[in-house]
């Protein structure tokens, strides 16, 4: 199913990843020609720790204003093209923030309808199960 998502066959949207976890999808999407943006938030306990992991992996300023509306702006800015974002530990870090991770999510989809070609890969943290949220609203499985 991830071929049909880079070869179009398959409308962007926000999935979660089911395939093989040792799958390297980085260059399966760059091979296809789609940019690659990687959040990883396993680790994220905080609201701070979700905006540090974005900041860092996504090589923002310092300037950057941690919050839904900087979020937005950024993807508007990083989002040319063909983009897949893979969020790893998005589950985990909604055990930890549920009312964040909705919010983020609800960011994404935004701009996965916004933007000619974005998607969205949330892919699971071994252990941690999905919240519920996690769940709802995705556009499919991976």
Do not use: C, H
Not at 67 to 79: E, F, K, S
Request: proline share 4%; charged share 25%.
């Amino acid at each position: 199913m991830l071929g049909a998502l880079l070869d179009g066959t398959t409308s962007p949207g926000v999935f979660l990843w089911r395939g093989r976890p040792d799958r390297d999808v980085t260059a399966m999407a760059a091979e296809a020609g789609w940019d690659v943006l990687r959040l990883d938030t396993r680790e994220a306990r905080s609201r701070e720790d979700f905006y540090d992991a974005v900041e860092k992996d996504w090589a923002l300023p310092a300037w950057f204003g941690r919050n839904l509306d900087a979020l937005w702006d950024v993807l508007g800015d990083r989002v040319t093209g063909s983009t897949l974002i893979i969020w790893d530990g998005a589950d985990a870090f909604a055990s930890v923030d549920p009312d964040l991770a909705s919010m983020v999510l609800g960011v994404l989809r935004d701009a996965v309808s916004q933007a000619d070609r974005l998607a969205v890969l949330l892919r699971r943290t071994p252990g941690v199960s999905a919240e519920p949220m996690m769940l709802s609203g995705l556009d499919g499985l991976l």
